[in-house]
């Protein structure tokens, strides 16, 4: 009798294990996503108001996995000369297919101070460098997949007009 409590016990045991795993998350059940590759394709001023200016980005995002990711929305921050410069929201729905691209849309924003203090750091530089981090917010609903996939990226654009 004292060997099928044992079982009983170690069944429960293992039953609410499983329970708890799944419905927290558990990393370890989930599908690994590498984080994809995202830089900045275009950005376009749309409006200077007198205490921000509003920025248009498109955001190239490259899927590095073998599952399309299914975006539901994504957030950034942008800095420029390591200072933060402008952070935005977009909630785009797209489908980007395995080992496929796809461009992002976003607004950001950035006060007109900030932006002044982007602008000044830019003087005698013939190199401007930039900062990218976020999180694109995935949907689909599974719980084999995480909510959301944080993102860096950095580059740097030469300011300096190209002469022949």
């Given at each position: 009798m004292?060997h099928f409590?044992?079982?009983?016990?170690a069944?429960?045991?293992?039953f609410l294990?499983?329970?708890?795993?799944s419905l927290?998350?558990?990393?370890?059940?989930g599908t690994?996503?590498?984080?994809p590759?995202?830089?900045?394709?275009?950005?376009?001023?749309?409006e200077?108001?007198?205490?921000e200016?509003i920025f248009?980005?498109?955001l190239?995002?490259i899927?590095?996995?073998?599952?399309p990711?299914e975006?539901?929305?994504?957030?950034?921050?942008?800095?420029?000369?390591g200072?933060?410069f402008a952070?935005?929201?977009?909630?785009?729905?797209?489908k980007?297919p395995p080992?496929?691209t796809?461009?992002l849309?976003?607004t950001?924003?950035?006060s007109v101070?900030?932006m002044?203090?982007?602008?000044?750091?830019l003087?005698?530089?013939?190199k401007l460098?930039?900062?990218l981090?976020?999180?694109?917010?995935?949907?689909?609903n599974?719980?084999?997949?995480?909510?959301?996939i944080?993102?860096?990226s950095?580059?740097?654009?030469t300011?300096k007009?190209?002469?022949?």
């Open positions: 004292r409590q044992i079982t009983q016990h069944c429960k045991f293992v294990s499983i329970v708890i795993m927290s998350g558990c990393a370890g059940f690994r996503l590498e984080p590759r995202i830089n900045i394709a275009n950005i376009q001023v749309q200077i108001k007198a205490f200016a248009q980005i498109e190239r995002v899927n590095t996995n073998d599952i990711l975006i539901k929305g994504l957030n950034c921050d942008l800095e420029l000369n200072k933060r952070s935005g929201v977009s909630n785009i729905e797209k980007i080992f496929g796809d461009i849309p976003i950001v924003y950035s101070l900030g002044a203090r982007g602008v000044l750091s003087h005698g530089k013939e460098k930039y900062g981090n976020g999180r694109l917010r995935l949907g689909g599974s719980m084999m997949m995480p909510s959301a944080p993102f860096k950095s580059g740097e654009m300011l007009p190209k002469t022949d």
